[in-house]
């Protein structure tokens, strides 16, 4: 099992570039998650979604978007970015029960110039 | 608004007993849980508290008060691979999950 899987690792876009990030889990898990990771600021939740087909948005939504058409993927598009959106993001995964164990991918390190 | 609070760094030594605290203010509580991020890696789940008391795995146990809005990190038998950053993190329904800002850990010999 590959667990959580994010694409791509690195990525450098300029101000105005749209891109798309990728997540896949193999674990059947229902719900997947998006956050960002700030120096300092710990985990944000951007969107989240509750299964296929189905996305909330969280703490820091704006500027982001996402969309979930199979239950093992979860991307999460970025429009128009702007340096503020210079982060890493982590997406996660977990079955939605109990303690509701989050899984995490190994992030991926984006630099808006 | 919601937050939680916990100390930015604490430092020990190896072989020492840690405790890293959490305070929170959330609109609903279901559970308290705490993950463990090393430089460069991903967060990984450590424990977790739905009810008050203590939870005991290995070398870590974790406390919650719910009266009190309070939980803590119990490290024991400190080892140098402890370093790193503790967060909490409080299920605040849906399964929506809030993060601390992060306690970074330094173990010292």
């Known amino acids: 099992n590959a667990g959580v899987t994010q694409t791509p690792k690195f990525r450098v876009l300029k101000t105005g570039q749209s891109m798309t990030l990728l997540c896949a889990q193999d674990?059947?898990?229902?719900?997947m998650y998006w956050y960002r990771q700030d120096p300092g600021m710990g985990l944000r939740l951007i969107h989240y979604s509750v299964g296929e087909g189905t996305t909330a948005k969280g703490e820091v939504p704006d500027g982001y978007n996402v969309s979930r058409l199979k239950k093992q993927n979860f991307l999460l598009g970025l429009e128009s970015a702007a340096p503020s959106q210079t982060s890493v993001y982590f997406c996660a995964s977990s079955q939605g029960q109990g303690p509701n164990e989050q899984f995490f991918g190994p992030g991926t390190r984006l630099t808006v110039l | 608004g919601q937050s939680l609070e916990q100390p930015s760094e604490v430092t020990a030594v190896e072989g020492a007993i840690v405790q890293i605290n959490c305070t929170y203010q959330t609109s609903g509580f279901y559970g308290l849980s705490w993950y463990q991020q090393h430089d460069g890696g991903a967060p990984t789940f450590l424990s977790y508290?739905?009810?008050?008391g203590l939870e005991e795995t290995g070398r870590f146990s974790s406390f919650l008060s719910r009266s009190d809005s309070y939980g803590y990190l119990l490290l024991q038998e400190l080892q140098m691979k402890d370093s790193a950053s503790y967060f909490c993190a409080v299920n605040t329904g849906g399964f929506k999950t809030i993060f601390g800002a992060g306690t970074r850990l330094f173990v010292k010999a």
């Open positions: 674990m059947n898990h229902e719900y």
């Open positions: 508290n739905a009810l008050d």
